[in-house]
C-alpha cells in the first residue's frame, strides 16, 4: 500500500550535492516513512516488506515512482523503525547491465540489516536518536594525534578485566579496562579496522577461514553486527547501533577520539559472476568500473572498483562519512585504497577530484581528520604525497627507509662489513618527509608507521627473515615478499639470550624513532606488548588467537609497553619533537622546530657526511619556535651500526647542559636525571637512540 507524496519532476542537476540526490534510503515522518533510491539505468524499482521474524515471507510490495534524474520514491505507512524491507529492481538487457528483479537486494543507504541466510540480508529501517549526554567530539589538534590502530574483536576478545559477555564487542572496547590501557599508553585517537557491514568470500569459508579485518563491505551505513554483544544482537539493529554510538560516547567521555578505516573503493560484490547483493543489482552500470563492454576495470585488487567519477557514487560515499561523522559522533576516518576514490572517468588520480575536494571542504566534515592510504594495484595508483591540503597520507616511505635503517641494513652490515647507506634518507624521514610533502602541508600530512595490521607485527619485524603464510591457504603466496625485517640470528622463536635481547633493542629503536618523529605517529595495537603473529604477515583471514591480543605479559613485554608510556610522554611534553609546519632556512615559522644536525665529534655534519655508510651516527637538535607553548629543545642521538661508539655532544649557543630523557639501551626506562654538558662524550653500545633536554 503507498501513500501518495506529490512531488515535482526533478531537472537534471551537475554536481555531487545536486538536490535530486538529497535524502535517498528511508526517511521516517508522520505517517511512516520515504524510501529514495537511485538508479539510471532501471525500468522499475520496488519495495518489498518482510515478516518481523519470518525474513523469506513477503507480506507487502510497493511500486516506486520516477522522480527524475535516476531517483525512484515510494511513501508508506509500512515503513517504521524495525520493518524489514528489500528493494527488487529490473532493466534492460544490455553491456554492463545485471538486473534482475528477482533478486532481493540491501538498500545501500540502510542503516541496519539483519541476515536471513549466507548470502541473503535484509534492510531495517531504524529510528534517529540517542542521548549523547552533553559529550563532545574531543578534537584532538594533529601535532598531539597519537593513534593506535587495532580491530574491535582482537583488542578484547582474551582481556581478562572485560567480562566475558563483552568479548570482542563494541561495548567491550569502550569498557574502563580498556580505557585505562589507552590512556595509560598515552595514544589520542583509536582507529578502527573496518566496522561497516561486511562478509566472508566464499573462498574463505571453503578452507574454514574467514574474513577477520573486514575488507569486504556490504554496506556503508550498518555497524558489522557481529561485533556487537548478544543481548544487542538479540534485541536487533537499532540495539547494535545504540551500542556502537554507547562505545563512542564513553571513549570521548574519556577524551579517546574514534577514527574508522573505510572500505569506499570496491565492496564485496566482488568481479562479475560474484554476489548481488546491493549496487549490482542496482545499477551495475553506473556504480562499477567496466569497459563499454561490461568488463570490469579493477583497481583494488578485490574484484570491482567503485566508480567514483559518477556523481551519484561518490554521493553515497559523501553521505555515509556524514552520517558516521554526525549522528554516530566518529572523529575521522583512514580511506582504504584511497587512490582509487580520485580516479576520474578515464580511470586516472588526480589529487583534485570533485569527491577528494569535496569530502574536504564539506562543512559537514569540518574539524574531521581525513587519512589517505595513498596507493592502489591500478596504473599510476602509488600517490604517496599527492593528496591535497587537509589530507594526511599515510607514509610508505618512511616505512621502509625506517625499517632499512635499523633492520635490513645491519643485517647488510653483518655480512658485508658495512651498510648499503647513510644516514640522510633516514633524517629526512625523523625530520618530516620533506621531500614527500610540500610545505603548505607540512610535516603534519605524514601518518608515520612501522607496522600496521597488514604484514609483521612489531616483535616479527625483528624475528622472522621471510613470511609464514602457510595457514592462509595459499601455499604461502599471499602476503609481502619484501618486509625489510631481520631475524638478528635465528628465524622466529628462540632461547638464545643473546638474540633475543637484540631483537629488544631493535624494538625499541623502532619505537623510538616512530614517536620521536616529526609527523603524526600511528602505533599498531599489540606492539606495545611485543605481540607476535608467528611469522604471517597477512592473518586477514585468521579470526583466532593467532590476531587476538594476549594480555598476560611478560616482563620483558611489560618493561616495553613502559618504553611506549615514556615516549608518548615525551612526545606530549616537547613540542619541538611535533612541529606543526617546516622551518624555513633564515625565515622565522612559527609552530616549526628548526632542526640542526651534528656527527658523533659534536662537528656539523658534511655533506660526505650524510651519505657516507661508514658513517650512521647523528645529533639531530629541535628548536621550537612556539605559538602557544613554552620554547623547547631537544637532541636526539641516533646510532645506526653495531659497533660501539663515544658521541660528544656539542657545543650550541645558549646550551649548557643536556638532561637524559630516554635511551633505547635502557631494558626498562630509568627514572634516574642525569645531566650531561657540551663536550662531554656519551658511550653508545651499538645500534640506540638517546633523547636529551637541551637548556
Avoid at 592502489?376 to 600517490?383: R, S
Avoid at 625499541?508 to 616512530?514: D, S
Amino acid at each position: 500500500m503507498v501513500c501518495p507524496e506529490p512531488s515535482p519532476i526533478l531537472a537534471p542537476e551537475a554536481g555531487i550535492l545536486r538536490p535530486a540526490l538529497d535524502d535517498l534510503g528511508v526517511r521516517l515522518h508522520d505517517g511512516g516513512g520515504t524510501l529514495r533510491v537511485w538508479t539510471e539505468h532501471a525500468d522499475a524499482v520496488e519495495l518489498e516488506i518482510f515478516d518481523d521474524t519470518d525474513l523469506d515471507w513477503t507480506t507487502d510490495s510497493v511500486p516506486l515512482e520516477p522522480l527524475g534524474d535516476g531517483v525512484w520514491s515510494a511513501s508508506t505507512p509500512l515503513l517504521r523503525p524495525g520493518t524489514r524491507y528489500a528493494i527488487r529492481v529490473s532493466g534492460a538487457h544490455a553491456p554492463g547491465n545485471t538486473f534482475n528483479p528477482r533478486t532481493l537486494l540491501i538498500d545501500p543507504y540502510a542503516r541496519g540489516l539483519v541476515q536471513s541466510s549466507y548470502d541473503a540480508w535484509r534492510s531495517v529501517v531504524v529510528a534517529d536518536g540517542f542521548d549523547w549526554g552533553g559529550v563532545a567530539k574531543p578534537r584532538v589538534p594533529m601535532d598531539r594525534t597519537i593513534i593506535y590502530e587495532g580491530h574491535v574483536k582482537g583488542l578484547t576478545k582474551r582481556h581478562p578485566r572485560v567480562p566475558p559477555a563483552l568479548h570482542g564487542t563494541y561495548a567491550g572496547l569502550a569498557h574502563p579496562a580498556m580505557i585505562e590501557h589507552f590512556r595509560s599508553l598515552g595514544v589520542t585517537t583509536i582507529e578502527l579496522l573496518p566496522i561497516h557491514a561486511f562478509q566472508t568470500e566464499p573462498r574463505l569459508l571453503q578452507h574454514g577461514l574467514a574474513n577477520y579485518w573486514g575488507y569486504n563491505t556490504l554496506n556503508f551505513f550498518t555497524p558489522h553486527t557481529p561485533y556487537a554483544s548478544e543481548q544487542s544482537r538479540r534485541e536487533g539493529p537499532e540495539a547494535v547501533l545504540r551500542e556502537f554510538k554507547g562505545m563512542v560516547r564513553l571513549l570521548h567521555e574519556a577524551g579517546l577520539e574514534v577514527v574508522l578505516d573505510v572500505v569506499y573503493n570496491h565492496t564485496a560484490e566482488e568481479g562479475l559472476g560474484g554476489p548481488r547483493s546491493s549496487l549490482r543489482g542496482i545499477d551495475n552500470r553506473s556504480y562499477y568500473r567496466q569497459h563499454e563492454d561490461g568488463a570490469y576495470i579493477d583497481v583494488t585488487g578485490c574484484g570491482n572498483s567503485l566508480n567514483t567519477s559518477h556523481d551519484a557514487v561518490a554521493r553515497l560515499i559523501l553521505d555515509s562519512l556524514r552520517y558516521w561523522a554526525n549522528d554516530v559522533q566518529i572523529d575521522g576516518f583512514r580511506f582504504d585504497l584511497a587512490a582509487t576514490l580520485g580516479r576520474d572517468a578515464a580511470h586516472t588520480f588526480t589529487p583534485d577530484h570533485p569527491l577528494l575536494e569535496a569530502i574536504q571542504n564539506d562543512p559537514l566534515l569540518a574539524d574531521t581528520k581525513l587519512i589517505a592510504e595513498p596507493w592502489d594495484v591500478g596504473m599510476g595508483g602509488w600517490q604517496t604525497g599527492n593528496f591535497g591540503k587537509g589530507w594526511h597520507e599515510w607514509n610508505d616511505r618512511y616505512r621502509d627507509r625506517v625499517r632499512n635503517f635499523w633492520l635490513s641494513d645491519v643485517d647488510y652490515a653483518r655480512r658485508a662489513s658495512s651498510a648499503p647507506v647513510g644516514i640522510g634518507g633516514f633524517a629526512t624521514r625523523l625530520a618530516g618527509s620533506a621531500n614527500t610533502f610540500d610545505a603548505e602541508r607540512g610535516p603534519l600530512a605524514s601518518i608515520n608507521f612501522v607496522t600496521a595490521h597488514d604484514g609483521f607485527t612489531l616483535r616479527d619485524l625483528v624475528s622472522y627473515d621471510v613470511k609464514h603464510n602457510l595457514g592462509n591457504g595459499e601455499q604461502n603466496r599471499d602476503g609481502a615478499d619484501t618486509n625489510r625485517s631481520f631475524n638478528h640470528g635465528a628465524e622466529g622463536p628462540t632461547d638464545n639470550a643473546g638474540i633475543l635481547a637484540t631483537r629488544r633493542k631493535a624494538m625499541r629503536n623502532l619505537l623510538g624513532t616512530l614517536l620521536l618523529s616529526a609527523g603524526i605517529p600511528m602505533l599498531t595495537a599489540g606492539d606495545e606488548m611485543g605481540r607476535t603473529q608467528r611469522g604471517n604477515n597477512n592473518a586477514y583471514c585468521h579470526d583466532s588467537p593467532l590476531t587476538w591480543l594476549a594480555w598476560d605479559t611478560a616482563p620483558w613485554q611489560d618493561d616495553l609497553r613502559a618504553h611506549v608510556q615514556a615516549l608518548t610522554r615525551l612526545r606530549r611534553e616537547n613540542p619541538a619533537l611535533r612541529p606543526i609546519r617546516f622551518a624555513r632556512l633564515g625565515e622565522p615559522t612559527p609552530s616549526a622546530s628548526v632542526m640542526e644536525w651534528y656527527d658523533e665529534n659534536g662537528d656539523t655534519m658534511s655533506i660526505e657526511r650524510w651519505t657516507d655508510p661508514a658513517h650512521r651516527t647523528l645529533q639531530y637538535v629541535a628548536s621550537s619556535t612556539p605559538e602557544t607553548e613554552e620554547f623547547n629543545r631537544i637532541l636526539l642521538i641516533v646510532h645506526g651500526n653495531e659497533r660501539p661508539v663515544e658521541v660528544r655532544l656539542p657545543a650550541i649557543a645558549g646550551v649548557s647542559r643536556f638532561v637524559s630523557l630516554w635511551s633505547s639501551e635502557d631494558e626498562r626506562p630509568g627514572a634516574e636525571v642525569i645531566e650531561f654538558a657540551p663536550g662531554d662524550v656519551v658511550p653508545l653500545r651499538g645500534t640506540a637512540m638517546h633523547l636529551f633536554r637541551a637548556g
